[in-house]
């Protein structure tokens, strides 16, 4: 079954940092630019946190994280990170990584990469993140 397996949440008071990591499972992550999306509210909807183009040469912030957060690949390990620094109280929820199959570079012009999350065939099971003191 080809799925992304996502891990490395936890629990972390303000100004701290964790790394969640996404690993290809049975497909081949090379062929996939990745994304990451946030959710805050259960059933109420997933935001853009980043997404990383198929070679790595391209990376897309929202402007909250910019500066902060760092998203990474190593094809050759099939993982994808996502480097969470400084966190803040508002960057709880549960993170997913989620995958285009042959899509070169994020897709979508300008700032709006991945607006259309129906894009992203593949997602992984979600990892919480909670920033609280």
């Known amino acids: 079954q080809s799925q992304l397996v996502e891990s490395g949440g936890g629990v972390v008071q303000p100004g701290g940092s964790l790394r969640l990591s996404c690993a290809g499972s049975?497909?081949?992550?090379?062929?996939?630019?990745i994304g990451w999306f946030r959710e805050v509210v259960p059933g109420k909807g997933r935001e853009r946190i980043s997404?990383?183009?198929?070679?790595?040469?391209?990376?897309n912030y929202v402007d909250s994280v910019k500066g902060r957060f760092t998203v990474s690949r190593n094809n050759a390990e099939n993982t994808v990170w996502l480097h969470m620094n400084g966190l803040k109280p508002e960057d709880t929820g549960v993170y997913f990584c989620a995958g285009h199959f042959l899509a070169g570079l994020c897709a979508g012009a300008g700032n709006k990469w991945y607006s259309d999350m129906a894009l992203l065939e593949v997602w992984g099971q979600g990892a919480q993140v909670t920033v609280s003191a």
């Open positions: 997404c990383i183009s198929e070679s790595g040469d391209v990376a």
């Open positions: 049975g497909l081949d992550l090379k062929d996939y630019a």
